[in-house]
């Protein structure tokens, strides 16, 4: 069975922890593979090349670091068809869809290939007599970042592009359900130039986080995952006295506004609920009609649309989407189903118990729509994380705003209409991170950052663009007077804080 390893700078330390994890094919049902589990141990070798590197690095000039960036983006693309192949296949989700993961972490790094511009600092001249300010960014040595499964490309590109273009070495822990691309990307990083050991890869569970939470040569770490363990890396690690981002799962709404135009909403949310079977923070998990009679009209639409959808293996290039990541997560997708039926909604779609002929052991859950939903309901507090769209009927626009507003979770939502001014007013008052209006999956470019509220976000500072280059450096603040030697020897001003008035 294929083996993958931790990407170091040198040889794992030998009695380290001999744990593995099975790494399956969705698709078919297989295990494919098997990842070590690291522990703090491994974790050291990993600090200890970090260390070394890291000062070098940081006092290669700015350009230099960015001729790097760039031929690692020059090295993704010529790799694209590759890199997403592997992904698919220990992800499931489908070949273009992985190309889209690979290709939104490229952007950060095409992003992050403009270090030498976003890094320059302030500078006043004459803030006082003979007295200059600058401030400075700097790298604050070494950082860490531990992925979830869903994105294996785009979420490391995101913290690792950012944290080593502004001078830091960085180890990356990625999920351990799909980790080969993350290694992938480690190798290219070396083949575009960079150093060994400034980007390492560690490969492990709750054993490897503990070990870096805790870790007093790491000085931040940056998270995705889902909620529960976003708080407690967030907490664990600021007590460690770590800067930490943590961000956590979501529950997204699309509202649909009785003028919107439903042919249109209706691709977009069978795109965005159902697209990766689900397994996107900025899914589209729950619709929320407003009014009865936009309610029925867009369910009419709904069914047959859901209907047609093409599940298939995840290199299929017809199928709309492809298997879940395991067999655990499939069981809790079509446990949330049965709670949701439990809770007397309406399983108008059912898609627990669907089978792929020819791949009968593979992780399909087939496409769910959800009606009758109502917010007391678990299985619309919780995120499902599946191909399951619910319905939550709203009585107007008061309340629409409401319901996302008051939800645990503030990653993202979307509103569909042809009223500006209502599409204005939902943007400005709704409690939620990111929004997107006529736009349902609304992650913002790499030079804009991203980052949700509530239960959504831990920390606050989002992830890439000039919030990653925040997260990622301190700010140095230097006065200077260069004097002239006339100076007064006796000058009773100096008992004085100065000021500049
Ligand atoms: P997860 O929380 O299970 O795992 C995330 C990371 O935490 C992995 O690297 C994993 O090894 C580690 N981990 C797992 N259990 C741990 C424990 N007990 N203690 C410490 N670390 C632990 O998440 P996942 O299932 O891989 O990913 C899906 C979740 O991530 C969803 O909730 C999704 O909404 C969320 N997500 C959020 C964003 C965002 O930006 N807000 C983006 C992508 C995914």
């Not at 296949?89 to 950060?108: M, T």
């Not at 977009?268 to 009865?292: H, I, K, N, Q, W």
């Not at 913002?444 to 990653?468: A, C, L, M, N």
Request: include cysteine; proline fraction near 7%; hydrophobic fraction near 40%.
């Amino acid at each position: 069975m294929r083996q993958i390893d931790h990407f170091l700078a040198k040889p794992a330390p030998s009695g380290s922890s001999s744990r593995t994890h099975k790494v399956w094919n969705p698709s078919t049902g297989e295990v494919q593979a098997q990842v070590p589990l690291g522990d703090a141990a491994l974790l050291d070798t990993a600090i200890e090349t970090a260390k070394e590197v890291q000062p070098g690095w940081a006092a290669t000039n700015p350009q230099k670091r960015a001729r790097v960036m760039f031929k690692f983006k020059e090295l993704i693309e010529a790799n694209m068809q590759p890199l997403a192949e592997l992904l698919s296949s220990e992800h499931g989700k489908v070949i273009d869809d992985a190309k889209g993961d690979v290709q939104r972490g490229l952007e950060v790094i095409e992003y992050a290939c403009g270090i030498p511009q976003v890094l320059k600092g302030e500078y006043t001249q004459g803030a006082g007599p003979g007295i200059d300010v600058y401030s400075m960014r700097q790298p604050l040595g070494i950082g860490a970042g531990i992925t979830p499964f869903n994105f294996p490309a785009m979420i490391p590109m995101w913290m690792f592009g950012m944290a080593i273009a502004a001078g830091n070495a960085f180890i990356l822990k990625p999920s351990e359900r799909d980790p080969s691309v993350p290694v992938r990307l480690a190798e290219l990083f070396v083949e575009a130039g960079a150093p060994e050991g400034l980007l390492q890869v560690v490969h492990g569970d709750k054993e490897m986080v503990d070990a870096i939470l805790d870790h007093t040569d790491i000085s931040a770490v940056s998270f995705v995952g889902s909620s529960d363990i976003a708080h407690y890396v967030y907490k664990r690690g600021v007590a460690a006295g770590k800067r930490v981002q943590a961000m956590g799962g979501a529950k997204n709404h699309g509202i649909v506004m009785p003028d919107a135009d439903l042919d249109q909403v209706v691709n977009d949310l069978s795109g965005a609920a159902f697209g990766s079977a689900g397994e996107r923070c900025m899914a589209l998990p729950v619709v929320v009609p407003v009014g009865e009679d936009t309610a029925e009209r867009l369910k009419e639409k709904l069914i047959p649309a859901i209907n047609a959808l093409r599940i298939g293996v995840s290199s299929d290039p017809d199928a709309h989407y492809g298997p879940v990541v395991t067999p655990e997560h499939k069981a809790r997708i079509e446990g949330w189903i049965d709670t949701a039926e439990k809770e007397g909604a309406e399983i108008v779609i059912d898609g627990r118990g669907f089978t792929l002929q020819g791949h009968e052991d593979g992780f399909f859950v087939g496409p769910t729509l959800i009606d009758r939903v109502t917010p007391k309901m678990e299985s619309y507090q919780e995120e499902i994380f599946g191909p399951v769209l619910q319905i939550v009927r709203a009585d107007d626009f008061e309340h629409a705003v409401r319901l996302p507003s008051e939800h645990q979770y503030g990653n993202g939502v979307a509103i569909f209409t042809r009223n500006g001014h209502a599409a204005r007013e939902f943007a400005h008052r709704v409690n939620v991170g990111m929004v997107g209006i006529n736009v349902p999956i609304p992650v913002p470019v790499s030079y804009h950052s991203f980052g949700g509220w509530k239960r959504s976000g831990f920390g606050d500072i989002d992830q890439y663009g000039t919030e990653g280059l925040r997260f990622w450096t301190k700010v140095k603040k230097v006065t200077q007077r260069w004097p002239d030697g006339t100076a007064d020897a006796d000058n009773k001003d100096a008992f004085i804080i100065p000021t500049m008035g």
